[in-house]
């Protein structure tokens, strides 16, 4: 077995069939398998039967519902996260996570979450929505700290995608499905294959293929339904929209390919290929108050004053002028005055091209790719090995669409190319393994290893248009495509850094009932410096029925290249409303005017104590832990530039400061800790006829902030979203019953109460959404041995989150960071052909 991977199987294919089989797992030791009960650390199985049972085609929420402590949400107006949506384990960050494919450390995207809902503000995670549920042996969920075996990241715990291996067999799947509302329609194929590679090997392809329609689920907003109450009738109603994005041309292409190389020996190899473009809404441009593009200074014409239009002059050297236009007491500009402007072909207004304001479209295309390759086996006698190489790639090419670059006036483009984020990864790891026979219950395991990484997070500029500084830019017109402005050259580059690491581990069952692992971690990065971490943990069988372990540790998380080095300017609201923000470097500046300092790892310290009970039809087992984070990296909360800051950027050649009006960097500056516990309890049920089951899935997280806000850049909104924007308890209860041809399941899923900020940013005045429980079914049925047709429903009840109080000033009709979404009921019906 390969030295270096949390391994969590199935005791062999045919026992896997076995709704009754025992699972058996090494997580974060090298002893031979066990147990899942006897594991010295919490660990969840799941089948790949588990994600047939859905009607989600998406990984990420499928795996919301089957980890309670698993959220992911809907990422309306989210900038980049709406391309890659976050996700959290044990309410910390989508990059406190490690994701393992194989065994095998997974690529990072390309994507930084500059809004991603609060929690995952600022984070790059990997993206796990590019592996498709076809391809899925199982996914274990190592729900513990396990740095010092895996290195950087795994704070929070592990998620390994074990791949399908077999070498014969197959399936094809269609599924269909939509809202009760009757939008965000998605049609999906999918399929696998096993075929022989040779008579020695297995080679298994996956793929899948699938579209997704947009959601909306927005109220008129209150300053749109005034202006067309007062005559304007070019404004869209809604003129801004809350939902799901559009998904489109969605494909997924994995391969998993091994030979029996003989002498002891395998060959692996596995990788993927993905595509999808996806567009979004974003926030709506007032035609009368939007700075930088329609809102002029006020003037007094006659005793009166008036609230203007922003008016250019396209040819200012001529010193011509340009007339003024004033808009009425209800916001319309004064037809006169607009006639004028339109008639003088060197004058421009945005009324002209967009007399109801806009909304911005924004999206792009991300391609995912990834190639694995070794051999492991014996080494030499009594002796194993395991040496791989990987190189992992994202790509993510940004789009923005009716927009413009207001200082280019008249001839600015209504769509525009801002630029591209990629993030590539190489690494090279030789790891070895041997068992001891010392005089112990059992053999003593070593293992140990070296890894090799290099990762690089490259931004290609914009096209011209959408960084331009044009003939309008001093005349009060905002520069570049608004909403995100594209990456100048001067901010596109290549950066790099690599790190070199060390690691052993150390397992044995020292008698019949206890069993102890250690484990340890030098890891040293070229531009961080060096960290050595470690982990202890142990079980004790009390009876044969019941086990208590318990586990400590140490972590960490290096902050990624991007998050040192990348430039964003995006559309969010904060103290002063809705405004331009801009992500500058930690070493900019203007951000260390304003408190910036270079960057450095995470620190965590995790403990966990836990009992399982094993009798037979019954299972149950209760963990709880606490993980204390030091030097947390984070966004920091919107600091408002001063104009004495805002001059310091244009004398450093800073045009474009004009648009910006707060910044964010990246900050190590606070503290975490996070207490919980896990309880898991799997019961077979007889109800005298057919085979039933009985589970119960509960998780309680609570996160507490340390922060001193005399040194610290993150305010009080922050550090509540951070504590109460997630539930604190979630759970599910699921029956399910399989009699004949027919099989059948009912699911309650839990939400416990969270909180929201308000638009105004205004900790006072944020929403409290009390617990809701969503009911899922599903219905199967085996028309032939071969195929099977289900239909099912997801919130089945329609159930909502509490209407949003403040959805007459953003329009959005619901709260927007819902953890279990806004968009409603599901239905779909699915067919499934095996061979």
Partial sequence: MAAHSPLVMAEDDAAAKDKDVEKIAVVGSRAAPRSVGESPVPVDIIGSEEFAKQGNSDMLNMLSTLVPSFNVNTQPISDAATLIRPAN???????????????????????????????????????????????????????????????????????????????????????????????????????????????????????????????????????????????????????????????????????????????????????????????????????????????????????????????????????????????????????????????????????????????????????????????????????????????????????????????????????????????????????????????????LVLAGGVEWRQDTFEVKAGDPASYEIGVLADQGFGIGSNGFPGFKPEAAGVFSRSNLSFYSDVSAWLTEQLMLTGAVRYEDFTDFGNTTNWKVSGLYKVTDALSLRAAAGTGFRAPTVGQTKVLNVTTAFGVNGLEDQATLPPDNPISVLKGGKPLKPEESDNYSFGAVLDLGSTHVSLDMYRIDVSDRLSQTSPLTLSEDDIQTLLDMGIRDALSYSSILFFTNDFDTKTTGADLVVSQDVDIGTGQSKLSLLLNYNKTEVSADPLTTNIDDVKIKTLEENLPKTRGSVTFSHSEDNWRGLVRANYFGSWWEVDDDYDITTGMNEGSKVLVDVELGYQLTSQLEVSVGAQNLFDTYPGLNPFGDSVGAKYPTTSPYGFNGGYYYIRAVYTF
């Fill in 89 to 443: 384990l044990r309410g910390l960050g989508p990059d406190q996570t490690l994701v393992l494919v194989n065994g095998k450390r997974r690529h990072r995207a390309s994507v930084i979450s500059f809004l991603g809902g609060g929690l995952a503000d600022g984070s790059q995670g990997p993206d796990i929505s590019v592996i498709p549920s076809a391809a899925i042996k199982q996914v274990e969920v190592l729900r513990d700290g396990a740095a010092a075996q895996y290195g950087s990241d795994a704070i929070a715990g592990v998620m390994n995608f074990e791949l399908k291996d077999d070498a014969d067999g197959g399936m094809l799947e269609a599924k269909w499905g939509q809202h009760y509302e009757g939008d965000g329609a998605a049609e999906q194929v999918a399929g696998n294959i096993g075929l022989p590679l040779t008579q020695n090997g297995s080679a298994n392809f996956s793929f899948e293929y699938k579209s997704s329609d947009p959601t909306d689920r927005s109220v008129q907003r209150g300053d749109a339904a005034a202006l067309i109450a007062a005559g304007n009738t070019a404004i869209a109603d809604p003129a801004q929209i809350w939902g799901s994005p559009e998904i489109k041309d969605d494909l997924k292409l994995f391969a998993n390919l091994k030979l029996d190389l003989g002498n002891e020996k395998e060959a692996y190899g596995f990788g993927n290929y993905a595509k999808r473009e996806v567009e979004g809404g974003f926030y709506y441009r007032n035609p009368t108050n939007r700075s930088g593009v329609y809102n002029g200074p006020e003037v007094n014409v006659g005793g009166t004053v008036y609230d203007t239009l922003l008016v250019g002059d396209m040819t200012p050297d001529d010193a011509a002028g340009c007339p003024i236009v004033r808009l009425d007491a209800n916001g319309i500009p004064i037809a006169s005055d607009l006639a004028a402007v339109t008639a003088d072909p060197n004058c421009w207004t945005f009324a002209e091209l967009f007399p109801g304001g806009f909304t911005p479209r924004f999206g792009g295309i991300v391609t995912d790719s990834s190639i694995v390759g070794g051999v492991k086996g014996k080494l030499v006698e009594e002796v194993f090995f395991d040496f791989s190489t990987s190189y992992g790639r994202n790509e993510a090419a940004f789009a923005i669409n009716n927009t413009v670059n207001a200082s280019m006036g008249a001839d600015s483009p209504t769509s525009f190319k801002p630029g591209t984020y990629v993030q590539s990864e190489v690494g090279v790891n030789f790891d070895v393994y041997r068992e001891f026979a010392v005089g112990l219950y059992e053999p």
